[in-house]
């Protein structure tokens, strides 16, 4: 199995041994408040993403072994939850991987509303850009 | 108080006229409280528009057939109920439309040629965007220009820099009655008055105060003004446009096809006569009917009850928001609004609370509702709003406010 699918599985195990909603929601707040983990100096107008309930800001860069390192923060704290599980998913983990990955898994968790792009909250565009990062840092490998 | 809020209504057999407030979200008893987003609609309504495909369905204004008259007759009904409620002089003012935005693009589309360079309209700070962006697009085509009644900190225009805005070079003036994003009540007699001094026309965005109290569109001497029926108890996508006939017969039409012709041949077409003459197309032939039908039901409880039981609602919840520490509720006293409590707590984000009381079935909205303006004002990225109608308890407030408790310590 990918290492991304492994993280997949394993946040599903996790959350499979809360018996409510109340249990899940309360994970996810702990998971925001070990957030920011992006640079001050990354929360600019450029980084940001603007939903209409609530803003994210994103960054990534590239390590030495060619691993994509994202870094993320919001307004909010449940979706600021939901970013620190994303990032665990996806960060430390090569271009071409993080392509090929999806986010089905979040559905298996009970967060799938948290996705919905009726919900402007900044998540959904927010994963198509850890894409674009993807996609760029893998053209710019490709070239190399 | 719990009992003298009961007695103006009698509210559990009412409650009984809502199929949607019997059913349950996320396992848990829906609380409504998103009513200045859409009311729900009683079984009267429904009934209607049901009655109407299963009776009555035919277009309107053009056949001989009976079926035809039968479905024009309702139609036609529906305007004068919508009339005879807002007080026009005839049914020639009353413009059927999609609901509040498309009345105010309808009338902005209409001044767009008459105003030039120069010429002045003002709109209010607290305004949905509805009321905005077609202003700014009118502007944009026609380099009049656009000036901003201001909003002072207890959620009211600032009408001393409204006095000093008005100016022969005002054209026209638009205001909301009711803010949807705090609920103030506008004193839109006193605007009305002072722009007509100055020879300009008023539209009133009446979407929030149709719900709560009924205006009387001469004794105001407003020019236009817009309401949607989705509000009151209607279906979605139909509403009104009042004005005065000298206005709207002035104004050129805003869409061209069927209804809306007198006669028409490759040289040259008449428009038909108001009201038709902005309608053009088969318009929403059942939710007309049912718009009617719903004017008819908030009628039948009477609109003197239903704010009185609503300004109950909101002093009760007022206080026990109040009583919740690092709350901070924004806008006017309950005497001067609506059935809104537009609020935040300290340190949690609205969309955290929004997502908490959801999970425990209460339904408000949180975000900018659509005033932007509003939030820029206070430096706020929204507000969490819960919105009250005349089928909502008390016991429902004390569910809202113990989940809010709840989705408050979760936070912090
Ligand atoms: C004050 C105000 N104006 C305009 C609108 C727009 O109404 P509609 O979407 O029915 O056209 C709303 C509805 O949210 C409103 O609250």
Redesign the pocket.
Known sequence: MSSIKTKQEDIIEEFSMFDDWMQRYEYMIELGKSLPIIDEKYKTEDNIIKGCQSRVWLYAEMDENQKIEYTADSDAIITKGIIAILIRVFSDEKPEHILEADTDFIDEIGLKEHLSPTRANGLVSMIKQMKMYAIAYNSQQNQA | MINTSEQILDVEKIRQDFPILQREINGKPLVYFDN??TSQTPKAVIDCIVDYYENKNANIHRGVHSLSQIATDAYENARETVRKHFNAKSANEIILTA????SINLVANGYSHFLKSGDEILVSAME?H??IVPWQMLCNKTGATLKVIPMLNNGELDLQVFDDLLSERTKMVFV?HVS?ALGTINPIEEIINKSHKVGAKVLV?G??AAPHLKADVQALDVDFYTV?A?KICGPTGV?MLYGKEELLNELPPYQGGGEMIAEVSFEKTTYAGLPHKFEAGTPNISGGIAFGAALDYMNAIGFDKIADYEMQLLVYATKALEEIEGVRIYGAKPEKKTAVLSFNIEGIHPYDIGTLLDKMGVAVRTGHH?AQPIMSFYKIPGTVRASFSFYNTISEIDVFISALKKAKSMLS
Request: aromatic share 0%.
């Open positions: 200045a987003a609901g509040t935005t498309h949905h509805s009321n909301n949807n965005d979407a929030q949607s989705h509403g659509c």
